[in-house]
Nanobody, 121 residues
């Protein structure tokens, strides 16, 4: 199995910054894509940012220029640096990883448990 553990959420004032971390562990041969999604109350889960193993990135329009996704492939860890936070960024942030398992070479897609980010006005 592959497990994802997120950390770094919390309460911050509008205009502030937070950095989320997502550490993947388990039977991992390769992590192809790591990404961040968020879900606000009453809304559907939406993509925030994703990064492939070769460094390609994709961001939601609402976070471009404010959020930056990065990866440490040696540590199987992804980060989301969030700057200039706005109240509308308030949500539970989930990490997702897709890759290949080491034990049987099958593909997987795993979600973390989520971390709350609250931005006060």
């Amino acid at each position: 199995q592959v497990q994802l553990v997120e950390s770094g959420g919390g309460l911050v004032q509008s205009g502030g910054s937070l950095r989320l971390s997502c550490a993947a562990s388990g039977s991992i041969l390769r992590l192809n894509v790591m990404g961040w999604y968020r879900q606000a109350p009453g809304k559907q889960r939406e993509l925030v940012a994703v990064m492939t193993s070769d460094g390609s990135t994709n961001y939601a329009d609402s976070v471009k220029g404010r959020f930056t996704i990065s990866r440490d492939n040696a540590k199987n860890t992804a980060y989301l640096q969030m700057n200039s936070l706005k109240p509308e960024d308030t949500a539970v942030y989930y990490c997702k990883a897709e890759g290949i398992r080491r034990n049987d070479f099958t593909s997987f897609g795993s979600w973390g448990q989520g971390t709350q980010v609250t931005v006060s006005s």
